[in-house]
C-alpha cells in the first residue's frame, strides 16, 4: 500500500495520483480536527462582490433550492 510522505523525506518516492495503481492508496485518518485547521488557514476562492452578483443573477432569472 501506497501513503503519503512529506515531501523531505529521504526515503519518500515522488509520484502523483496517476502512478499508483487503483486501490493500492493507503489513505491516511483524516480527523475532525484536520477540517478545522483547514477552516481556519485557507481563504476563499471567491471574492464577495462574486458571491452577491450570483445572489442576484439567482434572484432574476434561477430558482431558490
Same mark, same amino acid.
Given at each position: #500500500?501506497?501513503?503519503? %510522505? /512529506?515531501?523531505?523525506?529521504? /526515503? &519518500? +518516492?515522488? #509520484?502523483? #495520483?496517476?502512478?499508483?495503481p487503483?486501490? !493500492?492508496?493507503?489513505e491516511?485518518? %483524516?480527523?475532525c480536527n484536520?477540517?478545522?485547521?483547514?477552516?481556519?488557514?485557507? !481563504?476563499?476562492? %471567491?471574492?464577495? +462582490?462574486?458571491?452577491?452578483?450570483? %445572489? /442576484?443573477f439567482?434572484?432574476?432569472? &434561477?430558482?431558490?433550492?
Amino acid at each position: #500500500m501506497f501513503s503519503p %510522505v /512529506d515531501p523531505s523525506d529521504p /526515503d &519518500g +518516492e515522488r #509520484m502523483n #495520483m496517476y502512478d499508483i495503481p487503483n486501490g !493500492k492508496l493507503k489513505e491516511p485518518p %483524516v480527523s475532525c480536527n484536520d477540517f478545522l485547521r483547514a477552516l481556519q488557514r485557507i !481563504k476563499p476562492s %471567491v471574492a464577495e +462582490e462574486d458571491l452577491a452578483r450570483y %445572489v /442576484d443573477f439567482t434572484d432574476k432569472f &434561477g430558482q431558490d433550492g
